[in-house]
């Protein structure tokens, strides 16, 4: 089994910053891919970056160039770096994680954290 556990989440203003992590522990070892989703109030969940083992990321339009995941393979370490955060950004944060490659492409996931909370005021 794979525990994920993100943190980093808080209370900031437009225009503000912060950087999510998520910390894998178990049988991490054959981890493929991680990624970001969240949940807005009254939202479906929806992806928001995607990763694999080896750096190459995807993030979604809404995010793009503003946010950045990026992953420490060896310590299967999950980043989010989100910068000028908006209204509309404030969500549910969880991290996934799955182990094969066509679970990565079809981006279904094996795994979930239990997720930290992002509030951006305006």
């Known amino acids: 089994q794979v525990q994920l556990v993100e943190s980093g989440g808080g209370s900031v203003q437009t225009g503000g910053s912060l950087r999510l992590s998520c910390a894998g522990s178990?049988?991490?070892?054959?981890?493929?891919?991680m990624a970001w989703f969240r949940q807005g109030p009254g939202k479906e969940r929806e992806g928001v970056a995607f990763?694999?083992?080896?750096?190459?990321?995807e993030h979604t339009k809404s995010v793009a160039g503003r946010f950045t995941a990026s992953i420490d393979s060896a310590k299967k370490i999950l980043y989010l770096q989100m910068n000028n955060l908006k209204p509309e950004d404030t969500a549910t944060y969880y991290c996934?994680?799955?182990?094969?490659?066509?679970?990565?492409?079809?981006?279904?996931?094996?795994?979930w954290g239990r997720g930290t909370q992002v509030t951006v005021s305006s």
């Open positions: 996934a994680a799955a182990n094969f490659s066509w679970s990565c492409q079809r981006k279904e996931y094996d795994y």
């Open positions: 990763i694999n083992n080896y750096g190459s990321a």
């Open positions: 178990g049988y991490t070892s054959n981890l493929f891919c």
